[in-house]
């Protein structure tokens, strides 16, 4: 993808999305503008996020409007465990996003929980563009257990609804294919976990054959999972893809569907927490206690609109969710200890890769837990 499509700003885009606005009237464009976010970009498909910014003339008067321009791409030479492929079957499919914004199917499309509002999707054979109404809410933060638990009980009445945007159907879940792109890790666990001097770190040692053994009963639990009921899922539902002031009562945006599709009915929940617990967003000490009551918001509004699913089974099917999908984590972590590389890159990030690893390795305590959970019936 040329730097200068990233870059350069669209004339075409920025008058549909003028167009698009609700009280649009006549106008004339004069001039756009893109600047682009300070955002550590991970999905692999991602090109550009930016600030499109349009002065155009309506009526007797110049105005400006703000919009945000999501540009997306597929280069087949794309390495690394994000990188999107081009296949509509495949949960990293590259135009994932664009497609669930092209359905006009919002969803979750409740007044506490929403998607981001789309103006405009323009696709190509190798990229598209996605235009939003620019939100005047931050990412949300400081997150209490009380808007925590009102956001969980949101997702849980939109999950259990029988509608959801029609996308292309994946042929694997998207969890399977996100344990398969990090199955390395696991199965070289033994050679990447030694002592590695730090003391939250080493702590994690016990864990290398409750590891071992969920990597060897992979697929089995990964096909009990693919068993249980299936629901419109985000596939990557944490703090920093929810905008909106923290509280009960306030609304909650949405973003990021770069890998939305049908997944394992309480991951999301689950993820919330587990993500959250693991980047440092929520306190390490509390997350048994956040999950539990997260998954037990989760599972009473869901039932309530669904009859006939099993709490246990839900619950249990949403851990060992977290267990697969977090444990590369632990190997991941002690090969980052052993390696220079990865430590001028963790300091040069996080100030410190000592304190950065100690933080994670005190996240994944969690992990270690959830994993000991099934250790009776792996090992």
């Known amino acids: 993808m040329k730097e200068d499509y990233i870059s350069t700003p669209d004339w075409e885009l920025a008058a549909a999305a003028l167009a ?17 976010f300070a955002h550590n970009i991970v999905a692999g498909a991602t090109r ?35 990188r999107a492929t081009a296949d509509p079957a495949d949960p990293f499919f590259w135009r994932r996003e664009a497609d669930f914004y092209a359905s006009e199917q919002p969803w979750p499309g409740l007044p506490m929980l929403s998607s981001a509002c789309c103006l405009h999707v323009r696709t190509g054979e190798n990229h598209a563009e996605i235009i939003l109404k620019r939100s005047s809410d931050p990412p949300a933060s400081a997150w209490d257990t009380a808007t925590i638990m009102a956001c969980i009980g949101s997702l849980a009445e ?24 990090r199955r ?31 990597n060897r009963r992979s697929e089995r639990a990964l096909a009990y999972l693919n068993s249980q009921a299936q629901v419109f ?52 000490r509390r997350g048994t206690d956040l999950l539990d009551q997260a998954l037990a918001i989760y599972c009473g509004i869901f039932r309530e609109r669904r009859a006939g699913v099993d709490s246990s089974e839900l619950v249990r ?6 267990a697969l999908k977090y444990a590369w984590l632990i190997p991941a972590t002690f090969r980052a200890a052993h390696s220079n590389e990865a430590r001028e890159k963790l300091a040069k990030e996080h100030g410190s890769a000592d304190d950065f690893l100690g933080r994670r390795a005190i996240g994944l305590c969690m992990v270690c837990e959830l994993i000991a959970e099934f250790a009776d019936a792996m090992l």
């Not at 259990?160 to 969890?175: E, I």
């Not at 099917?317 to 977290?322: C, E, G, H, P, V």
């Open 20 to 36: 698009s606005r609700p009280d649009a009237r006549a106008f004339e464009l004069i001039d756009v503008r893109l600047d682009a």
């Open 317 to 322: 099917s949403a851990k060992l969710a977290m």
């Open 233 to 284: 899922s985000h596939n990557d539902f944490w703090q920093p893809n929810i905008f909106g002031q923290c509280g009960t009562s306030t609304p909650k945006t949405l973003i990021d569907f770069a890998y939305c599709g049908d997944s394992t009915a309480g991951i999301d929940a689950a993820n919330f927490i587990v993500d959250g617990i693991v980047d440092d967003l929520l306190p390490a």
């Open 48 to 82: 550009s996020i930016g600030t499109l910014t349009c002065r155009f003339v309506e009526g007797d008067r110049i105005k400006s409007a703000d919009f945000v321009l999501k540009r997306l791409g597929f280069s087949p030479n794309q390495e690394g465990r994000w």
């Open 158 to 181: 939109a999950q259990a609804m029988t509608s959801a945007p029609t996308l292309s159907p994946t042929s694997v879940p998207f969890l399977t294919v996100y344990y398969d792109r």
């Open 184 to 214: 390395e890790l696991m199965e070289n666990a033994g050679k990447h976990m030694r002592p590695t001097g730090l003391a939250e770190v080493d702590a994690l040692l016990p864990t290398r054959p409750l590891i071992e053994a969920l």
